[in-house]
């Protein structure tokens, strides 16, 4: 197991190591599972004959090694989450990214993780025990580091084999254009509506009075959660609250073991004064029916999906990577707005 880089000394003096490379494999690992507020607990790093655990967590700057990852092209399996990550500690983005999912799919390999493709190319199994791992954890468990190196260690081999592939394909260029869009895609900070983020899974069975329980509770669960830095699950199932609600609005006995002291009475608190809110400041019906499609539109579409899955069968390819059901519906809708969406590698096959 590579030491943890935890110290500004110990990042000054790998950092070297990365200068004759243009391309970097890394990987980062954070405690989303474990924690309300979602933090990077580590970064991995491989270069020829080297394999690196950065620690966050240590606090000490990450600037310089930021500063040497700028001009690298970085090689990431599924780029987007950890791009993400990194953007929210200070990276401001890479010269390029080698996605090797993205390049398995487009080379129509269906099972296309990184655990598949290790096994598929070097026939090494990846343990799955530390998948869901509190990567918090300090010092770091010898099995937990393990698993993070692997996930470094071979990708830049792996990304040598499908660029040889796409080469071969002659599906370069599509590779490129999809990933100067995961870049693009990353940078942008995805936002939810405050007025409808409690509407979890199974909201839409209340209405009413039961709704706004509801809400009420979801909030008394996130601002739970946030106190103790806690996954909202932690302190209640989202079945469990919807549940609560309902007995609530039917003045039914509402009993949850695991709840006791402060945070039972703030339970039913919240409750207790969603219950007593006015008609008009419940939560309104949310209903956006989609416009049904007219004949025209219908049988555009219906040409258009005969179009993409006679090329995804002659190219190998799932048909959702070529053009997903939601664009083949908005090219018959509005095919002006949609066009301008699509990367110039799927219009070319559809033809649009």
């Known amino acids: 197991m590579p030491p943890l880089i935890d110290t500004s000394e110990t990042l000054a003096a790998a950092l070297p190591l990365f200068a004759p490379h243009p391309q970097i494999p890394i990987d980062t690992e954070a405690d989303s599972l474990h924690c309300y507020f979602e933090k990077l607990c580590l970064i991995q790093i491989s270069v020829p004959g080297h394999d690196l655990l950065i620690d966050p967590l240590a606090g000490f700057s990450l600037t310089p090694l930021f500063e040497e990852l700028q001009g690298k092209e970085l090689i990431i399996h599924g780029a987007d989450y ?9 990276f401001p983005g890479p010269a390029g990214v080698f996605d090797t999912m993205i390049a398995a799919r487009l080379c129509g390999i269906a099972e296309f993780s990184l655990a598949a493709l290790i096994k598929r190319y070097f026939n090494v199994e990846l343990a799955k025990a530390s998948q869901k791992a509190n990567w918090a954890r300090r010092p770091l468990p010898a099995q937990m580091a393990d698993y993070a190196v692997k996930d470094t260690h071979y990708l830049s081999e792996i990304a040598s084999i499908l660029e040889g592939d796409l080469q071969q394909l002659g599906r370069m260029n599509w590779f490129r254009q999809c990933c100067e869009k995961a870049i693009a895609a990353s940078m942008i900070t995805k936002e939810r509506d405050p007025d409808q983020v409690w509407r979890i ?55 949850i073991p695991h709840l006791n002291g402060a945070r039972r009475r703030r339970f039913f608190d919240a409750g207790e004064k969603a219950l007593e809110l006015p008609e008009q400041e419940w939560p309104k ?18 040409a258009l999906k005969t179009k993409r899955d006679a090329a995804a069968t002659a190219l ?25 969406r699509m990367m110039p590698w799927q219009r070319e096959i559809l033809g649009v």
Not at 216 to 238: G, K, M, N, T
Not at 287 to 300: F, I, V
Not at 321 to 328: F, H, T, V, Y
């Open 82 to 90: 950890d791009l993400r990550l990194l953007r929210r500690v200070g």
């Open 201 to 255: 899974t199974g909201s839409s069975e209340l209405r009413g009075r039961s709704a706004a329980v509801l809400r009420a509770l979801w909030h008394w669960r996130e601002s739970e959660a946030q106190a103790v830095d806690r996954p909202a699950f932690h302190i209640l199932h989202s079945e469990q609250l919807i549940d609560a609600a309902a007995r609530m609005d039917r003045g039914d006995h509402v009993d």
């Open 285 to 302: 019906i949310l209903r956006k029916p989609r416009p049904r499609p007219t004949k025209d539109e219908e049988a555009r579409f219906k």
């Open 316 to 340: 190998q390819l799932d048909p959702s990577l070529i053009a997903p059901k939601s664009m083949l519906e908005g090219l018959a809708a509005s095919p002006g707005e949609t066009v301008a």
